[in-house]
């Protein structure tokens, strides 16, 4: 029995299991793009924060799914909504999105330090187990 997306069935011993399957589009029907949330982390040299602040604005102006950023001198985070056909789609964007808003946004010379790519229903799950968007300003460029 194939259960859909976060569906829980009782299991041979009687516990709870909950069971992830990813959305698919039914046959015939082309595929849409989905939304995906993206973490990127991004490190290298210490970096003037005024400098750095400008940056991040212009890459939120630019890319039209920008959530927040959260910055210091010599690391940054960005999180936001990406539409893109499947978690590799979604992944690769992700991982050219600072070197092509580099050199337009004025943005330091940093490398990718990490990444987090997960689809709408998992985030909104991890928002209801209590292990959502960390504290602090939701929205913007803020400073750590």
């Known amino acids: 029995m194939v259960l859909g997306r976060d569906q829980a069935r009782t299991g041979a011993t ?12 039914p046959p015939g029907e082309p595929e849409q793009g989905r939304l995906w949330h ?21 890459l939120a102006h630019d890319h039209s799914f920008f959530l927040t950023a959260r910055y210091a001198a010599d ?13 590799h789609d979604a992944a690769a ?8 808003h580099r ?23 991890r928002i209801a187990e209590g292990f959502g968007e960390p504290g602090g300003q939701l ?4 400073p750590y």
């Open 139 to 142: 929205g913007g460029v803020h």
């Open 103 to 125: 050199t337009s946004a004025g943005l330091p010379a940093w490398e990718i330090v990490g990444l987090e790519v997960i689809d709408r229903a998992t985030y909104h799950q």
């Open 75 to 87: 690391h940054a985070e960005i999180r936001y909504w990406e539409q893109a056909r499947d978690l």
């Open 93 to 100: 964007i992700a991982l050219r999105l600072w070197g092509e």
């Open 14 to 25: 009687g516990a709870t299991v909950r069971q992830l399957h990813p959305r698919r589009e």
């Open 38 to 58: 993206v973490v990127l982390s991004l490190a290298g040299q210490v970096t003037p924060l005024a400098a750095l602040k400008s940056g991040l604005e212009q």
